[in-house]
Nanobody, 125 residues
Framework: QVQLVESGGGSVQAGGSLRLSCAASGRTFSNYAMAWFRQAPGKEREFVASISRSGDTTYYAESVKGRFTISRDNAKNTVYLQMNSLKPEDTAVYYC??????????????????WGQGTQVTVSS
């Protein structure tokens, strides 16, 4: 079992930045590929970014490429999402997720084994 706890959400104006963190506990963090998803009201949960177990491979949704950066610190059991140039359409609850597989290029939610409780990000225009 892996427990995931997100933090760092909040309200920001368009063009601003936020950094989300996801702290993991329970199992060996470096055995899990990690990802961030988001869900806006009335919409399905969508993939944002993912990172391999070692951190050497990352993958992004087209909508955030060039603005968001995913990273991890295996010594701290933490994955991050740096979000720059935020837009109102980035408003959503952001979730981190963990999966036991090797590949970082996995964008479907059912493929992930563990989920955090989510953190709200609100971007105003």
């Amino acid at each position: 079992q892996v427990q995931l706890v997100e933090s760092g959400g909040g309200s920001v104006q368009a063009g601003g930045s936020l950094r989300l963190s996801c702290a993991a506990s329970g199992r060996t963090f470096s055995n899990y590929a990690m990802a961030w998803f988001r869900q806006a009201p009335g919409k399905e949960r969508e993939f944002v970014a993912s990172i391999s177990r070692s951190g050497d491979t990352t993958y992004y949704a087209e909508s955030v490429k060039g603005r968001f950066t995913i990273s991890r610190d295996n010594a701290k059991n933490t994955v991050y999402l740096q979000m720059n140039s935020l837009k109102p359409e980035d408003t959503a609850v952001y979730y981190c997720a963990a999966r036991r597989g090797i590949s970082a290029v996995v964008t479907t939610a059912p493929a992930y084994d563990y989920w955090g409780q989510g953190t709200q990000v609100t971007v105003s225009s």
